[in-house]
C-alpha cells in the first residue's frame, strides 16, 4: 500500500511538472504566432511557478515589450540577459535606445553581435542601430540648454510655410518632392536640395549675376554624401549652413547638422551634429534662425504619425550653453523635449517673443500626445497643459504610468474585439477554444481600468498634497 502511495506521489509530480513545461512551449507558440497577450498570461503563469526560468523571464519580457509595458520588459529581460539568452541583450538595447539610456543601449547591441548564438537577421538590425546608440551615448554628453517657446502640429507636405522668418533673414519655401530652397535677403543666393540619379537628394547653390541666375552647382562632398542632404538654411553671414542628412553621424533618422564656409579655399568645413534637443532618434529636419528678431525654428516627426511633423519654436543662444548639474532623468527629459515648460528660466518674461510669433503664454505651453493637446484636469479650477506644471516629481511619475497603462488597456481592448468577433462567427467546437482567451483578457481589461483609475486618483492626491 505504502508502494502505491509513493509511485502515486512520483505519477502526480511528473504530471504536474509536465503541465508546467507545457505552458511555456504552448507560449512559445503563441508568441510565434504574434498572439502576445495569451502568450504573456502562459509565459507570467510559469515564471510564478518557476521564479528562476529564464526562459520564462525571456518571453515575458519579450511579449511585454511588443505589448508596450517596457518597464516589466526591462525587468524579467535583464534576469534573462544575466543567464546569457541572446534575445533578451538585443531588446534591452532596444528599450534603452527608444528610453534615450544610448550607453547601456550600445553595449546589450555590442553583447548580442558578439553572442555566437545570435540570429542572423537579428544581428544585422543589432548592427544598424549600434552606430545610432553610439552617436547617441556622445551626443548627450552635451544636450544644449536652449528655451522652446512654442511648438505646433502640422501637416508634414507643407510644414514650411509656418516658418515665419522676417525679410532680413530671407525665405524659405518647399518645392516638389520634399525638398527646399533658401533665398537670402539681398536675393542673389539660393540654396536649394534636389534629387538627383547619384545620391538620392543633394544641396545645390545658385548666384544671381546681373539679372540672371547663374549655373547651378552642387555643394561640395563633405556635405554631399551617399546618403540624403535636405533643407539648406544659411545665417546672414553667409558661410554657416544649416542642413538635415540621415547619413553618417546621426542617432536615428535624419539629424540637423551645421558647417561653415572657409573662404580661403573655397570648401566647407567637416559638418557636425548640432546634437539635442534638436535632433533626436526620430526624424528632424529645417532648422532656421532669424537673426532681427531672435527666433528660430525646427521641425521635427517625433512621436508623430506619418504624415505629420511638429514644429518647435527657440530662442538662439549667441554661444552654445550645455545643460549641466542635472539628474540623469532630468537630461533624458530636456533631451528628448518631455516639456517646452521645463526649457523655460524661472521669472523670464517671453511677452515679446510671443508677441512676435503672434502667440499667448497660454498657447505656449501645450503638451503634445500623438496630435493631441495635453490636458490634465487636477481639479475644478486647475488644468494642466504641461508636464512642467507638475509641482510633485512622484505626481508626474504616477502620471506616467498612467499613460502606460492606457496604451497598453488600448491594446487588449483591441485584442479582445477581435476575440470576441471571432467567436461570433466560429463554430460550437471553435468557441469552446475561444472561451478562456476572451474570459482572460476580459479579466485583464477590467484589472487595467481599476489600475487606470487608481493611477489617475494617486497622482492627483499627490498633486494636491
Known amino acids: 500500500m505504502k508502494r502505491v502511495h509513493i509511485i502515486l506521489i512520483i505519477l502526480q509530480f511528473l504530471l504536474v511538472s509536465h503541465t508546467n513545461a507545457q505552458l511555456l512551449e504552448d507560449a512559445k507558440a503563441l508568441y510565434i504566432k504574434g498572439d502576445y497577450v495569451k502568450s504573456f498570461e502562459l509565459a507570467n503563469k510559469r515564471l510564478k511557478i ?66 555566437s548564438k ?3 537577421t537579428m544581428k544585422i538590425k543589432a548592427e544598424h542601430l549600434l ?49 527646399s530652397v533658401y533665398q537670402n535677403q539681398r536675393n542673389d543666393k539660393m540654396y536649394f536640395s534636389m534629387k538627383t540619379k547619384k545620391n538620392g537628394v543633394d544641396l545645390f547653390t545658385r548666384s544671381r549675376l546681373m539679372d540672371a541666375w547663374g549655373d547651378t552647382v ?74 532681427q528678431n531672435s527666433i528660430g525654428w525646427f521641425a521635427s516627426d517625433r512621436h508623430q504619425p506619418k504624415d505629420k511633423v511638429v ?41 515679446s517673443y510671443f508677441n512676435k510669433i503672434g502667440k499667448s503664454e497660454a498657447d505656449s505651453v501645450r503638451r503634445l500626445e500623438n ?25 508626474k511619475n504616477c502620471y506616467f504610468e498612467y499613460l502606460k497603462t492606457n496604451d497598453l488597456l488600448r491594446m487588449l481592448c483591441k485584442q479582445l474585439d477581435q476575440l470576441r468577433s471571432e467567436y461570433s462567427t466560429s463554430t460550437k467546437e471553435h468557441r469552446v477554444e475561444l472561451s478562456p482567451a476572451i474570459l482572460a483578457t476580459e479579466k485583464q481589461v477590467e484589472q ?14 499627490l498633486e494636491l498634497k
Request: aromatic share 12%.
Open 50 to 115: 518557476k521564479p528562476k526560468d529564464a526562459s520564462a523571464s525571456l518571453l515575458v519580457g519579450l511579449n511585454a515589450y511588443h505589448l508596450g509595458d517596457f518597464k516589466t520588459a526591462e525587468k524579467t529581460l535583464q534576469f534573462a540577459a544575466e543567464k546569457s539568452l541572446p534575445e533578451a541583450f538585443y531588446y534591452l538595447g532596444q528599450i534603452q535606445y527608444k528610453g534615450y539610456r544610448f550607453a547601456e543601449s550600445a553595449d546589450n547591441l555590442s553583447k548580442y553581435i558578439a553572442h
Open 118 to 120: 545570435a540570429d542572423s
Open 131 to 179: 552606430p545610432l546608440s553610439q552617436a547617441g551615448t556622445r551626443l548627450i554628453k552635451g544636450v544644449e540648454n536652449v528655451q522652446i517657446i512654442d511648438s505646433m502640429v502640422v501637416d508634414k507636405k507643407n510644414f514650411l510655410r509656418h516658418y515665419r522668418l522676417s525679410r532680413e533673414s530671407g525665405e524659405v519655401r518647399s518645392t516638389e518632392g520634399f525638398t
Open 218 to 291: 552642387a555643394l561640395s562632398e563633405t556635405i554631399n554624401t551617399k546618403a540624403n542632404e535636405n533643407f539648406p538654411f544659411v545665417l546672414s553671414d553667409g558661410v554657416t549652413l544649416y542642413y538635415s542628412s540621415d547619413g553618417e553621424g546621426t542617432m536615428g533618422g535624419s539629424d540637423i547638422f551645421v558647417t561653415r564656409y572657409n573662404l580661403a579655399n573655397d570648401t566647407y568645413l567637416s559638418p557636425e551634429n548640432i546634437g539635442m534637443p534638436f535632433n533626436s532618434i526620430f526624424n528632424d529636419y529645417l532648422l532656421v534662425i532669424d537673426e
Open 311 to 351: 514644429i518647435y519654436v527657440f530662442i538662439p543662444n549667441e554661444t552654445k550653453k550645455i545643460v549641466e548639474n542635472v539628474t540623469a532623468q532630468k537630461l533624458i527629459q530636456l533631451a528628448s523635449i518631455r516639456s517646452i515648460r521645463d526649457t523655460w528660466i524661472k521669472g523670464e518674461n517671453y511677452t
Open 371 to 395: 496630435v493631441s493637446t495635453f490636458r490634465w484636469v487636477l481639479n475644478d479650477t486647475t488644468i494642466y497643459h504641461s508636464l512642467g506644471q507638475f509641482k510633485s516629481e512622484d505626481a
Open 448 to 461: 487595467l481600468f481599476q489600475k487606470q483609475k487608481d493611477l489617475e486618483l494617486k497622482s492627483r492626491r
